[in-house]
């Protein structure tokens, strides 16, 4: 492995994002030649910056790499207030076909409501090569009391702030860092309408797929992996379980070889 390489995968994620504070709300879209591209979609209240050391990575292995930024992201929590989650699907499918006029080979890689994104395009664009799930709910962790909660809360109160587990949540986290840490509740009950669909056409999806969760993420229910795992028509299928990891791991993650599992699963398909 290349020194630049190396340094990509065992960089500390704390210490780079002091030195990338300009990209954190940023797209990002990094361009190869080989007809090799692939789609990385971020998740809820975050930005694509979660996903770009992932990205880099990629894009050093010779991949097109796109991260687009889902609407109502990467700016202040009100714009999210009355965004759909079809405008966010509608954002994924735009960076797809944008990918597909100058690449022959796509893969699409989520995160949490990412993947659930990325599902959603894969089981409609089954020309998409494969596959990476990480952290999607097949369901939320007490679904539908947080359902009642935002219904009953609404009219009372328009914006919530974020619980982190002591264990995954120090502030220092990227994660954290990057994402809203006030949100508004129209939006969740958006998040909930998302899982659902997801899961409804989960079944759809017949490519190579590499579904990904933490043990100890406190958002996802605990039989999200299996049940996405058994749900999904794919013939080649990966699935891996992470230790003391947070929910959307995949943004301060360094010692876990989780780069180097994505980038064999996507050679190897």
């Known amino acids: 492995m290349e020194e630049k390489e190396k340094s990509t995968v065992l960089a500390d ?6 030195d990338e504070l300009v990209f954190i709300d940023k797209p990002f879209y990094f361009s190869s030649e080989n007809g090799r591209a692939v789609l990385l979609v971020h998740g809820w209240t975050t930005t694509p910056y979660e996903l770009r050391r992932l990205g880099k990575y990629l894009h050093q292995k010779g991949y097109t790499v796109s991260a687009p930024l889902l609407t109502g ?21 735009k960076a797809y ?9 796509i893969y699409v890689i989520g995160t949490s409501l990412g993947a659930s994104l990325a599902s959603i395009l894969a089981g409609s664009n089954s020309e998409i090569a494969g596959l990476v799930l990480m952290a999607m709910p097949y369901r939320l962790r007490t679904e539908m009391g947080i359902f009642l909660f935002a219904r009953i809360i609404l009219p009372f109160k328009k914006y919530y702030k974020k619980y982190y587990p002591p264990s995954f949540g120090s502030s220092s986290t990227v994660t954290r860092r990057i994402s809203y840490q006030t949100y508004p509740i129209r939006s969740v009950l958006e998040v909930l309408k998302l899982a659902k669909f997801s899961r409804r056409v989960i079944g759809k999806i017949t490519q190579p797929c590499f579904v990904m969760q933490s043990r100890a993420d406190h958002i996802v229910a605990k039989k999200s992996l299996e049940k996405i795992f058994a749900k999904i028509s794919s013939k080649i299928k990966k699935k891996k379980y992470l230790e003391n990891a947070y929910h959307t791991f995949i943004s301060d993650i360094e010692n876990e070889h989780i780069f180097e599992d994505i980038l064999g699963f996507l050679e190897s398909n």
């Open 13 to 18: 994620p704390k210490s780079l994002y002091s």
């Open 73 to 93: 992201h990467g700016t202040v929590p009100t714009d999210l207030e009355n965004v759909s989650w079809r405008t966010w699907n509608k954002d994924v499918e």
């Open 97 to 105: 076909f944008e990918l597909r006029e100058k690449h022959k080979k």
